[in-house]
C-alpha cells in the first residue's frame, strides 16, 4: 500500500533531481514541522502525569523530616534532670493526702519545704501536727527537742523520704538505680512514671507518678497494699535564698 506521502509513485522513481528533490522535500516537511510538536506535547502530558507523583513524593518527605525533627527534639530524662537541678533554692507549700482503704475520706497534712542544691531538703510538717524533717546526702534526719536526730537509713520511711530528695532534684540517674522509668510530654508539662526495680521499693510501692513544668508539681505514691498518697507541691518559688535559720539547719 502507497502512504499519502507517496502519491505519484512515477515520480519517486525519477531519478534524484531538483524536481524529484525539491517535492520530496515538501512532502516530508510536514512530517518535519509535526514530530518535534507531538513529542513535545508527549513529554508535556508525561510531566503533568509525574507532577502529582512527585508532588506526595514531596509531600512525604516533608513530613518524614518534620517526624525526624520532632524526635530529634523531644524532651528526655537528660533534659529533664538539667532543668530541675537548675535552681539553686526552691521555697514552697506542700498538700499530702494519704487514701487508706479503711477510711472514707484521706488523712490530709501540710506543711512547707526548702530544696536547696548542694545541702538538701527541710520537710517541715505544720498540721495536724508539727514535725520537721532533714534529708541529706547522709540520710534522713528528725528534729526532736534535742536537735536532729538520724532515722534508720534502712526503713521505708527513709527510703520514701530519699525518693523525694532525688526526684525534687531531678537526679534521673539515682532514681534508675531504683526504678525502670517512663518520660511523656515537653518541658512545660511533664509525666514520669517509676515502676520499682528493688526488692525493697517492690514491697512498698506499685508505681510512682510524678508530673511538673518548670519545677515539680505532684508525686503520687500507689501502694501495693492498695493505699497511695498524692502530694501536691504548691506556690513554689526560686527567687529567695537560704534564710540564716535554713542555712543553720542545714549545718547542723
Known amino acids: 500500500m502507497i502512504s499519502e506521502f507517496d502519491t505519484n509513485a512515477d515520480d519517486m522513481r525519477v531519478p534524484c533531481g531538483e524536481r524529484a528533490c525539491s517535492r520530496l522535500s515538501a512532502q516530508h516537511s510536514p512530517l518535519r514541522q509535526t514530530l518535534p510538536a507531538y513529542w513535545g506535547r508527549c513529554a508535556a502530558r508525561r510531566e503533568q502525569a509525574r507532577s502529582p507523583r512527585l508532588a506526595a513524593f514531596q509531600y512525604f518527605a516533608a513530613l518524614v523530616l518534620l517526624g525526624m525533627s520532632g524526635l530529634a527534639q523531644a524532651f528526655d530524662l537528660q533534659q529533664l534532670s538539667d532543668q530541675l537541678a537548675k535552681p539553686e533554692v526552691i521555697h514552697g507549700n506542700f498538700i499530702q493526702e494519704k487514701h487508706l482503704r479503711a477510711l472514707p475520706q484521706p488523712l490530709t497534712s501540710k506543711g512547707t519545704f526548702v530544696l536547696a542544691k548542694n545541702h538538701g531538703l527541710l520537710w517541715l510538717l505544720k498540721t495536724p501536727l508539727q514535725q520537721d524533717y532533714r534529708i541529706t546526702a547522709k540520710g534522713i534526719a528528725r528534729r526532736d527537742t534535742s536537735g536532729w536526730q538520724m532515722l534508720p537509713g534502712k526503713s521505708a520511711g527513709a527510703e520514701q523520704n530519699r525518693l523525694f ?22 518541658a512545660q508539662r511533664w509525666k514520669l ?39 501536691r507541691m504548691q506556690d513554689s518559688t526560686s527567687a529567695l535564698p537560704l534564710s540564716d535559720a535554713e542555712q543553720h539547719d542545714f549545718a547542723e
Open 193 to 231: 512514671a517509676l515502676v520499682p526495680r528493688s526488692m525493697l521499693l517492690k514491697q512498698v510501692f506499685n508505681q510512682i507518678n510524678i508530673t511538673g513544668g518548670e519545677l515539680v508539681h505532684s508525686i503520687e505514691l500507689l501502694e501495693t497494699q492498695g493505699d497511695s498518697t498524692l502530694l
Open 165 to 186: 530528695l532525688a526526684v525534687l532534684q531531678g537526679d534521673s540517674s539515682g532514681l534508675q538505680r531504683d526504678f525502670e522509668l517512663s518520660l511523656s510530654g515537653d
